[in-house]
């Protein structure tokens, strides 16, 4: 009989593996990526990486067709046909940057507002909004005014982060677990793993959803609601939790604005002369600052000044949430949810964040100097994103999730949701939007940040949006990420002025129009009396031939992100975990095959043709040879830069020197760098003095930042307070009556206002 030819069952797939970050979606795992001559062969998961610990889904797989698509960009493009004709010239690069440099130069020294510069999912935006700043116009934004603002401003504004790249439920120790309007998410491995974990041990899962698809599909409790009508079922399950008591008083009265007293006239809260907030203690009856030592806050504490008696945040969500109107029965029929239901899932949310409670022996000290031989654990977790975030009543719908969280005592503690560094960070801490332009000048400060008060709009001094798209204005105060999906529209119709310039990097009209598609097409290609485009020049960066290119003026093709250098860095949307601070990069694993450049390497050169300060040397020549040179070179502030690992000599973290062998580090490490968390202060993070003390040390604070969460956010009333006429800055009389209703400090339920239009 003939012997059989032996089979290799294993033949090699690669001759080098190279490690970098996956750019499939905004999850941003670590991949293995296999060469075999010189050329991507295979991609795998990296088993090393924080984030996905190997595990890649089929679109992390699938990396291998960016490289390899018939659709990328090969050469700069300049449009020789009408717009949207597809009708293009190559072009050599100096001449793509001296047009773009004609166009641009002009704007910065005249009115640099007539530059609209706005971003997709980039995933660089501390330094487009470095550029931009430098450039001067006030308009610049990127992908998330039109994803989660909701969820991720509502989250700041109440307790100093939200969910996905702010925190993560306690994998460890979880026991039940509760998402709302989740589907696969960014943060898709790590939730598909962390599900896997918690489920194999008995802990249970809630899918809130409409339909039941992804994570729902996998949960033991499914709760199909109607959309939109999240947050009065929350409030309902904040209705009876108080009613039965089952809240963590003591949490409540330590770590929340709970106790702070309200002014009865204003609705504002009571502050010391250094603008601290006042509790009554309860031993002492006295009124006192929220962070004295020794102090015991008064969940039920008054104070009367004469006429007027003021009472604590706690007493006035007692109020409203007893209320009827948030009864199981009251909400069951717009909820979709039974009335038992609605009992059954806060009976168990009780239960087991109070049943089933622990403590781990783990000392620590807060920010009042008490010191707690043990953290107490309440094994609950919520978990929540775009689908209630994305209504027009999202905002106070993601306030009264993480309300109803911190009414369980499941925030930052073991076994319930946790801060991932550089979070938590108050609103306070952060930057408030500035808007002031100078002709040939940088702009007065960072584009976007949190407002808090009327004082704080980007609005010009006839009351006019400063932006483009509105943001940060009466009709959209709150707006923390800006609002690039109202660029075009409000460009096209001049309003609230008209621009010379829009220059557009991975933002493709299809995905930042609204469901409009056809309307965009034609606001780009509308023309004036004169036969002039009425948005004169379009500039526009992306590595493949997308909707967007064929109504450019100028395409300045990208690099795929296997060919360039990228920074997911601490200043701006960094890979940590709860336990952890950690940052990656992205590195050229093969060279591209076509006349392309990274986009922000092209802006490093436009930065220095414009003579843009930060982009210039004293002398006038380029401070950046490209952004791979910007990465380990820039200085944000003293000994901080874009990458927190192997600074100074190899051997600092966070704060250190310029280390010039910093990417090859990274490159060596796996294409990442991870800071653990001492032990003791990775939980209680806005409170612990250890955490503290690390974050000043790791440079995520200039100065321990110990806060209290805001059940009750004061800056909404402010804005309140505007709308009944109180002030020097008023809004419009039609806004008046939206801003009382839709303002509240405490949260509400409204309908969405776009079911009107249903």
Known sequence: ???????????????????????????????????????????????????????????????IMQVNAPSRLRAPLKRVGPRGSGQFKEISWDEALDMAVGLLRPVREENPEKLAFFTGRDQSQSFT?????????????????????????????????????????????????????????HDSNPIKMGIGKIKARGAKVIGVNPIRSGYNAVADDWIGITPGTDGLFILALVHELLKAGKIDLDYLAQYTNAP??????????????????????????????????????????????????HRSVFQHMIERY???????????????????????????????????????????????????EKMVGRPVSFHSMRGISAHSNGFQTCRALHI?????????????????????????????????????????????????????????????????????????PMSAHGLMHMVISNAHAGDPYKIDTLFMYMANMSWNSSMNTSGVIDMLTDTDDSGNYVIPNIIYSDAYSSEMVAYADLVLPDTTYLERHDCISLLDRPICEADAAADAIRWPVIEPDRDVRGFQ??????????????FVNEDGSQKYDDYADYIVNHIRKPGIGPLAGFRGNGNKAGRGDVNPDQLDRYIQNGGFFVEHIPAGANYYKPWNMDYQNWAVGMGLYDSPQPYLFQLYVEPMRKFQRAAEGHGDRQPPNHLRARIKLTLDPLPIWYPPFEDSHV
């Open 1 to 63: 009989m003939k012997s059989q030819p032996s089979l290799d069952t294993s033949p090699k797939v690669s001759d080098e593996i190279r490690k970098t970050t996956c750019y499939m979606c905004a999850c941003r795992c670590g991949i293995n990526v296999h060469m075999k001559e010189g050329q991507v062969a295979y991609i795998e998961g990296n088993r090393d990486h924080p984030v996905n610990q190997g595990v890649l889904c089929a679109k992390g797989s699938a990396g």
């Open 129 to 185: 909004s470095f550029w931009a700043q430098n450039f001067g116009t006030p308009n610049y934004a990127a992908h998330g005014g039109f994803c989660s603002v909701n969820m991720a401003a509502a989250g700041i504004y109440t307790m100093g982060g939200a969910f996905w790249e702010f925190g993560q439920p306690d994998w460890d120790h979880t026991k039940l677990f509760m998402l709302f309007g989740v589907a696969e998410d």
């Open 260 to 309: 702070v007293l309200v002014d009865a006239e204003t609705g504002l809260l009571l502050r010391d002369g250094d603008g601290k907030q006042l509790v009554v203690d309860r031993v002492t009856g006295a009124l006192t600052a929220f962070d004295q030592k020794g102090v015991r806050p008064d969940l039920r504490g008054t104070h009367s000044d004469g006429a007027l008696t």
């Open 322 to 372: 007893l209320d009827p109107e948030y009864a199981p029965e009251a909400v069951s029929e717009k909820t979709g949810i039974s009335a038992g239901k609605i009992r059954a899932i806060a009976a168990e949310l009780a239960r087991v964040a109070f049943e089933e409670a622990f403590e781990l022996d783990q000392p620590w000290t807060d920010f009042r100097g008490e010191r707690h």
């Open 404 to 476: 109803l969280q911190i009414l369980l005592g499941t925030v930052e503690v073991p076994g319930g949701f946790r801060f991932k560094p550089p979070y938590p960070k108050p609103s306070e801490i952060h930057p408030k939007p500035h808007c002031k332009v100078t002709p040939g000048a940088p702009l007065d400060g960072p584009h976007l940040g949190f407002v808090h008060g009327p004082e704080d709009l980007a609005l010009k001094d006839d009351g006019s949006p400063a932006r483009i798209d509105k943001a940060f204005t009466w009709e959209n």
């Open 601 to 614: 390497s092209v802006l490093c050169d436009l930065g220095a043709r414009l003579n843009l300060p930060g």
